[in-house]
Protein backbone atom coordinates (compact mmCIF):
# COMPACT_ATOMS: atom_id res chain seq x y z
CA UNK A 1 0.00 0.00 0.00
CA UNK A 2 1.57 2.83 -0.78
CA UNK A 3 1.81 5.85 1.70
CA UNK A 4 3.37 9.51 1.40
CA UNK A 5 3.15 12.95 0.55
CA UNK A 6 2.80 15.15 -2.12
CA UNK A 7 3.28 18.90 -2.75
CA UNK A 8 1.12 21.03 -4.39
CA UNK A 9 2.02 24.15 -6.49
CA UNK A 10 0.86 26.87 -8.90
CA UNK A 11 2.01 25.35 -12.11
CA UNK A 12 2.20 28.44 -13.59
CA UNK A 13 4.75 30.51 -10.83
CA UNK A 14 4.77 27.89 -8.53
CA UNK A 15 3.24 30.02 -5.12
CA UNK A 16 2.70 26.78 -2.99
CA UNK A 17 -0.77 25.33 -2.15
CA UNK A 18 0.13 22.90 0.18
CA UNK A 19 0.58 19.46 0.75
CA UNK A 20 -1.45 16.10 0.31
CA UNK A 21 -0.69 13.11 2.42
CA UNK A 22 -1.94 10.06 1.09
CA UNK A 23 -2.39 6.23 0.74
CA UNK A 24 -3.86 3.90 -1.95
CA UNK A 25 -4.03 0.55 -2.82
CA UNK A 26 -5.65 -2.06 -4.92
CA UNK A 27 -8.68 -4.01 -3.50
CA UNK A 28 -11.91 -6.19 -4.33
CA UNK A 29 -13.70 -3.13 -6.13
CA UNK A 30 -10.85 -1.87 -7.88
CA UNK A 31 -8.62 0.87 -6.29
CA UNK A 32 -9.01 3.40 -3.51
CA UNK A 33 -7.20 6.46 -2.62
CA UNK A 34 -7.39 8.43 0.75
CA UNK A 35 -5.97 11.57 1.50
CA UNK A 36 -5.52 14.69 3.75
CA UNK A 37 -4.65 18.36 2.10
CA UNK A 38 -2.81 20.74 4.26
CA UNK A 39 -2.20 24.83 3.51
CA UNK A 40 1.09 26.00 3.16
CA UNK A 41 1.27 26.56 7.05
CA UNK A 42 0.27 23.07 7.91
CA UNK A 43 -3.95 23.26 8.67
CA UNK A 44 -6.12 21.27 7.48
CA UNK A 45 -7.79 22.09 4.24
CA UNK A 46 -9.72 19.34 3.39
CA UNK A 47 -9.73 15.55 2.25
CA UNK A 48 -10.00 13.20 -0.60
CA UNK A 49 -12.00 9.82 -0.98
CA UNK A 50 -12.34 8.00 -4.64
CA UNK A 51 -13.08 4.64 -4.79
CA UNK A 52 -12.65 3.36 -8.58
CA UNK A 53 -14.14 -0.11 -10.03
CA UNK A 54 -12.51 -2.51 -11.70
CA UNK A 55 -12.97 -0.76 -14.90
CA UNK A 56 -11.92 2.39 -13.41
CA UNK A 57 -15.16 4.14 -13.51
CA UNK A 58 -15.49 6.50 -10.01
CA UNK A 59 -17.61 4.22 -8.26
CA UNK A 60 -17.50 6.88 -5.24
CA UNK A 61 -16.03 10.32 -4.64
CA UNK A 62 -16.32 12.04 -1.44
CA UNK A 63 -14.65 15.43 -1.57
CA UNK A 64 -13.67 18.30 0.89
CA UNK A 65 -12.49 21.78 0.79
CA UNK A 66 -13.14 24.88 3.03
CA UNK A 67 -16.12 23.27 4.34
CA UNK A 68 -17.77 22.43 0.85
CA UNK A 69 -18.74 18.98 0.47
CA UNK A 70 -19.15 16.93 -3.01
CA UNK A 71 -20.21 13.59 -3.03
CA UNK A 72 -20.37 11.50 -6.07
CA UNK A 73 -20.45 8.56 -8.64
CA UNK A 74 -20.87 7.08 -11.97
CA UNK A 75 -24.65 7.06 -12.57
CA UNK A 76 -25.76 8.06 -16.07
CA UNK A 77 -22.75 10.04 -16.78
CA UNK A 78 -21.12 10.99 -13.46
CA UNK A 79 -23.73 12.64 -11.09
CA UNK A 80 -22.96 14.17 -7.43
CA UNK A 81 -24.17 16.48 -4.28
CA UNK A 82 -22.37 19.73 -3.51
CA UNK A 83 -23.48 20.80 0.15
CA UNK A 84 -22.58 24.63 1.18
CA UNK A 85 -20.85 25.40 4.28
CA UNK A 86 -23.98 26.33 6.22
CA UNK A 87 -24.91 22.78 5.52
CA UNK A 88 -28.62 24.21 4.35
CA UNK A 89 -28.43 23.54 0.85
CA UNK A 90 -27.90 21.02 -1.49
CA UNK A 91 -27.23 21.06 -5.17
CA UNK A 92 -27.51 18.03 -7.25
CA UNK A 93 -25.93 17.97 -10.72
CA UNK A 94 -25.04 15.45 -13.36
CA UNK A 95 -23.11 15.78 -16.60
CA UNK A 96 -22.36 13.66 -19.96
CA UNK A 97 -18.63 12.72 -18.32
CA UNK A 98 -16.29 9.66 -17.78
CA UNK A 99 -14.73 10.56 -14.52
CA UNK A 100 -14.11 13.52 -12.37
CA UNK A 101 -11.10 15.54 -12.25
CA UNK A 102 -9.22 18.13 -9.69
CA UNK A 103 -6.25 19.41 -7.95
CA UNK A 104 -5.98 15.94 -6.61
CA UNK A 105 -3.12 13.91 -7.91
CA UNK A 106 -5.50 10.93 -7.21
CA UNK A 107 -7.58 12.16 -10.51
CA UNK A 108 -4.61 11.36 -13.21
CA UNK A 109 -4.01 8.05 -11.80
CA UNK A 110 -7.70 7.60 -11.96
CA UNK A 111 -8.06 9.02 -15.74
CA UNK A 112 -5.15 7.01 -16.87
CA UNK A 113 -6.82 3.63 -15.44
CA UNK A 114 -10.20 4.31 -17.08
CA UNK A 115 -7.98 5.05 -20.45
CA UNK A 116 -5.70 2.00 -20.17
CA UNK A 117 -3.65 3.21 -23.15
CA UNK A 118 -1.10 1.20 -25.32
CA UNK A 119 2.14 3.38 -26.15
CA UNK A 120 1.86 4.66 -28.86
CA UNK A 121 -1.87 4.30 -29.60
CA UNK A 122 -3.62 7.43 -30.79
CA UNK A 123 -4.05 10.00 -28.36
CA UNK A 124 -8.10 9.08 -26.76
CA UNK A 125 -10.66 11.94 -25.96
CA UNK A 126 -12.43 12.24 -22.68
CA UNK A 127 -15.10 14.57 -20.93
CA UNK A 128 -14.09 15.22 -17.34
CA UNK A 129 -16.64 17.25 -14.25
CA UNK A 130 -13.68 19.30 -12.57
CA UNK A 131 -14.13 20.10 -9.29
CA UNK A 132 -12.03 23.02 -8.62
CA UNK A 133 -11.10 24.23 -5.09
CA UNK A 134 -11.78 26.43 -3.23
CA UNK A 135 -15.47 26.18 -3.75
CA UNK A 136 -15.74 22.55 -5.32
CA UNK A 137 -17.15 24.59 -8.15
CA UNK A 138 -18.12 21.69 -10.86
CA UNK A 139 -17.63 22.49 -14.80
CA UNK A 140 -16.85 20.01 -17.60
CA UNK A 141 -13.30 20.26 -19.24
CA UNK A 142 -12.51 18.25 -22.87
CA UNK A 143 -8.88 16.46 -22.67
CA UNK A 144 -6.77 14.43 -25.63
CA UNK A 145 -4.94 11.78 -23.79
CA UNK A 146 -1.98 9.69 -25.35
CA UNK A 147 0.76 7.16 -23.67
CA UNK A 148 4.06 8.60 -25.09
CA UNK A 149 6.06 6.16 -23.82
CA UNK A 150 6.85 3.24 -21.30
CA UNK A 151 9.89 2.82 -19.79
CA UNK A 152 11.32 0.12 -16.96
CA UNK A 153 13.65 1.14 -14.55
CA UNK A 154 15.90 -1.71 -12.65
CA UNK A 155 15.07 -1.10 -8.97
CA UNK A 156 18.21 -0.76 -6.84
CA UNK A 157 17.11 -3.89 -4.38
CA UNK A 158 17.49 -6.70 -6.34
CA UNK A 159 14.62 -8.01 -4.36
CA UNK A 160 12.36 -5.54 -5.89
CA UNK A 161 10.37 -5.87 -8.79
CA UNK A 162 11.51 -3.12 -11.92
CA UNK A 163 9.48 0.19 -11.99
CA UNK A 164 7.44 0.69 -15.03
CA UNK A 165 6.86 4.65 -15.50
CA UNK A 166 4.49 5.84 -18.17
CA UNK A 167 4.68 9.15 -19.73
CA UNK A 168 1.20 10.85 -20.79
CA UNK A 169 0.45 13.70 -23.03
CA UNK A 170 -2.34 15.40 -21.85
CA UNK A 171 -3.83 17.98 -24.07
CA UNK A 172 -6.72 20.57 -23.06
CA UNK A 173 -8.90 21.10 -26.14
CA UNK A 174 -10.25 24.04 -24.84
CA UNK A 175 -6.93 26.02 -25.34
CA UNK A 176 -4.78 22.99 -27.13
CA UNK A 177 -2.15 23.85 -24.02
CA UNK A 178 -0.07 20.43 -23.67
CA UNK A 179 1.47 18.80 -20.70
CA UNK A 180 3.18 15.62 -19.54
CA UNK A 181 2.49 13.04 -16.50
CA UNK A 182 4.44 10.46 -15.41
CA UNK A 183 2.97 7.69 -13.64
CA UNK A 184 4.67 4.39 -12.01
CA UNK A 185 1.28 2.09 -11.28
CA UNK A 186 -0.84 3.91 -8.39
CA UNK A 187 1.11 7.39 -7.97
CA UNK A 188 2.05 10.48 -9.71
CA UNK A 189 5.80 10.78 -10.29
CA UNK A 190 5.71 14.03 -11.67
CA UNK A 191 2.96 16.56 -13.13
CA UNK A 192 2.42 19.94 -13.27
CA UNK A 193 1.78 21.61 -10.21
CA UNK A 194 2.86 18.16 -8.64
CA UNK A 195 5.76 16.78 -6.69
CA UNK A 196 5.94 13.61 -5.36
CA UNK A 197 8.16 14.29 -1.91
CA UNK A 198 7.60 11.13 -0.55
CA UNK A 199 6.79 7.23 -0.60
CA UNK A 200 7.02 4.75 2.12
CA UNK A 201 6.51 1.76 -0.44
CA UNK A 202 6.30 1.04 -3.79
CA UNK A 203 3.71 1.82 -6.22
CA UNK A 204 0.47 -0.73 -6.52
CA UNK A 205 0.07 -1.94 -10.05
CA UNK A 206 -2.91 -2.49 -11.80
CA UNK A 207 -3.26 -6.27 -12.93
Known amino acids: MPRGHYTLHDPYDRTPLGEEHF ?5 PSGWRYVAQTRTPTG ?3 GSVDLT ?3 LGRPLRLELHAASW ?4 GALDGVTWVRTDPTGEHADEGNAPAHAFTGTSPAFLVATARLLRLA ?11 ALTPPVLAPRTVDQSWALVSRETHAAEDADRTP ?6 RVTALDTGEQHTVHLAGDVVLSA ?12 STFP
Not at 23 to 27: E, L
Not at 163 to 168: E, H, I, N, P, R
Open 192 to 203: PGIELEDLESPP
Open 52 to 54: LDG
Open 163 to 168: LTVDAY
Open 43 to 45: DHA
Open 119 to 129: PGAPAVRVRLL
Open 69 to 72: RVRG
Open 23 to 27: HCAPG
